[in-house]
């Protein structure tokens, strides 16, 4: 008995020196498999958070050229693969012949765990969805996220549903066959297991996420599968801080490989077998159009908190003022399925997205379709389009304006009609414009009409103009200079 009892408190002991010297815990690991050699470690786990610094990057952090340069707390708060990397990444090949080399060429950074496909031609099947997201909305976009590394290579990667697949995706929760159990939301989001190994080609998700798509509210579906996908392929994690296979997860848009992940995985595939050709007219024509300093916009609506501008098939994002990295971007990556060029949107009281383009509308709940396309008939409304829509809150009651050329419609949302089929004048609205192009509600109680590239702002107490306006929507909203 007295040796039990001495037994145990040693083991506390060693506990609490590991804890009080900041030893690195390895969870939900055995002993046994700590003591395996690296190459026994065939997946990648994606954490939420890494509660500890794990070395397989420490030569990095205490050189010069430190990942952590730009801003060490937010680099190191980023979410990040929770399992040391093996095998270790290095900044140059360990071989004899990369240490020759002149020390004007770069070395590679990104790593390779030592397999790869020995085929171009992939499929992939989806076994489970997350509850999230409709079905459609997962496909295209693990499809997005493949397409990401098929672009640089011969690799095709191709959806099956009832065929044997070399990639086999699933969304699991807690133990689910494989010693690497999940954790419910937060924590763990998912893991791969790369080729030539026991459980090659499957990818694992965590079914509990709160999965999205570039949502400020969630997990990225998109970003962690690209990452998943370069495990899958036999990419290991990379040193370049901004590449999809950095060990720490960010996200960014639009979804783009850095010239790292492409180095990576033509080392291991090749280059594509073709080359697109440049259209240098129409890269011309696409930028002048996403210039939001000097263009008008076609819709403006505030949702969740944040404001979006839409102009053709394109958004831009503005959250506390500022835009969002990553934008302008595809509006179809937030809501899959809404047409180009919608006409107006807003945010209801209970959360759904209106959305309008021409005789039809759509209703989305966050990222989900809800109904759509349904005619504007089914409103009461007597006309083809809308040129702006526009939630008004006052005294805790929800009111609607849908506007088209110099008239406006009060919207009736308890029975989903217009109250009247006869529009009344836009001259109540004093010193508005005669057209406007979109509309919004601030967070301020400021109703925000737009025109061409100016913006006019309403009080809703005085109910006219505030003094000062019109303004340029370029200059208050996105930075422009007042030359641009």
């Known amino acids: 008995m007295m040796q039990v009892v001495v037994f145990c408190c040693s083991v506390l002991s060693l506990q609490l020196f590991l804890c009080s010297h900041g030893v690195p815990v390895f969870e939900g690991r055995t002993v046994k498999q700590l ?13 939420k958070r890494g509660r500890h610094r794990q070395d397989a990057l420490n030569q990095e952090v205490n050189s010069k050229s430190s990942l952590v340069s730009r801003n060490e707390t937010e680099f190191w708060n980023r979410p990040r ?11 140059l090949d360990a071989s004899n012949h990369s240490r020759k080399r002149s020390r004007k060429q770069r070395g590679k950074r990104f790593a390779l ?44 990667l191709r959806e099956v549903v009832n065929e044997r697949a070399d990639i086999i995706i699933d969304f699991n929760r807690y133990w ?10 937060g924590g763990i989001l998912a893991h791969a297991f790369f080729p030539r190994t026991l459980k090659e080609g499957e990818v694992h998700f965590d079914y509990d996420e709160h999965w999205t798509v570039g949502n400020s509210v969630g997990t990225d579906l998109l970003q962690v599968a690209a990452h998943e996908f370069g495990h899958v ?23 783009k490989l850095s010239e790292d992940d492409k180095r990576g995985i033509q080392y291991l595939y090749g280059p594509p077998r073709y080359t697109p050709p440049d259209i240098t007219e129409t890269n011309e024509i696409e930028t002048e159009l996403l210039d939001a300093c000097r263009t008008s916009f076609d819709a403006v609506s505030m949702i969740r908190g944040e404001l979006f501008f839409f102009k053709s098939r394109y958004v831009w994002r503005i959250r506390d003022g500022r ?36 005789d039809k509308y759509w209703v989305f709940d966050a990222e989900r379709k809800i109904s759509g396309p349904v005619s504007l008939v089914q409103l009461g409304l007597p006309v083809t389009d809308i040129n702006a829509a526009l939630r008004w809150e006052q005294n805790q009651m929800e009111k609607i304006f849908l506007f088209k050329s110099s008239f406006y419609w009060p919207f009736n949302t308890q029975e989903n009609r217009v109250n009247d089929l006869h529009p009344r004048s836009m001259h109540e ?46 200059m208050d909203f996105f930075g422009c200079s007042e030359s641009s």
């Open 323 to 358: 835009l969002q990295g990553g934008y302008p971007a595809l509006s179809s990556r937030h809501w899959s399925g809404i047409p180009d060029y919608i006409d107006a949107a807003y945010e209801d009281k209970s959360g759904n997205i209106w959305f309008f383009q021409g």
């Open 176 to 185: 689910h066959g494989d010693d690497l159990p999940f954790d419910g939301p």
């Open 81 to 91: 693969c929770g399992v040391p990397d093996y095998p270790k990444v290095t900044p």
């Open 35 to 47: 003591q395996e050699k690296p190459h026994s470690n065939s997946h990648v786990v994606l954490k």
């Open 113 to 156: 765990f030592g397999g790869r496909w020995d085929k171009f031609d992939l499929t992939y099947r989806i076994l489970r969805f997350p509850w999230q997201m409709s079905e459609d909305k997962v496909r295209d976009v693990l499809k997005e996220a493949f397409e990401v590394w098929g672009a640089v290579t011969p690799l095709t």
């Open 233 to 255: 392929l036999g990419l290991q994690h990379s040193l370049e801080p901004d590449a999809v296979m950095s060990p720490f997860y960010s996200d960014s848009y639009p979804l």
């Open 429 to 474: 609205w004093t010193g508005l414009p005669s057209h406007i192009d979109a509309a919004f509600l601030d967070n301020y109680g400021y109703a925000n009409f737009l025109s061409g590239l100016y913006y006019w702002k309403f009080n809703p107490v005085s109910l006219k103009v505030l003094e000062g306006y019109p303004r340029r929507i370029g």
